[in-house]
């Protein structure tokens, strides 16, 4: 799955139709306050979403600190590099309990909720504290019949792709 997502980049039409079907959920549309992710290079991009909506909602990313993510707000051009080469936010921790909504990536996904991420259970350990609504988001070729899953492992509410939505 990690070769197949990077020998396939996603085009600019795929992540449009991903983000507009967010835009569609009840879930996106009453959020005030919602988790993103600075997006790899084999991620459904983020940067031009983060853009669109820096005015209308309140946007968040996460930071590695030792083996848990911190949330803090995107503030303009307080962004550095962290410590995988991921762009995380430099201003003042919140809880997770303040979100609304948090849309994640992964490697891939089942119809059901489950999801694959990079293996070191970082947004699995942030999702399971937390109450609110989640997202991840996806190509239609990562969403998979099965895949291997432990007790830990957190379960989405919504997976969307570029022609789908499946609610959990």
Known sequence: ??????????????????????????????????????????????????????????????????????IAAIADGQLTEG?????????????????HLAIVPGLAFTTRGERLGRGRGYYDRLLRRASFATIGVALDRQVIPEIPIEPHDAVLDIIITPTATYRH
């Open 1 to 70: 799955m990690r070769q197949q997502s990077r020998q396939q980049p996603v085009t600019a039409e795929q992540a449009e139709a991903v983000w507009r079907r967010v835009e569609a959920t009840p879930e996106w549309q009453q959020a005030r306050s919602v988790l993103l992710y600075a997006s790899l290079p084999d991620e459904l991009p983020t940067a031009s979403f983060i853009e669109r909506h820096r005015r209308d909602k309140q946007l968040f990313l996460p930071r590695v600190v030792g083996d848990e993510l911190e």
């Open 83 to 99: 410590e995988f080469g991921i762009m995380e936010p430099t201003g003042v921790a919140v809880e997770p309990d303040t979100l």
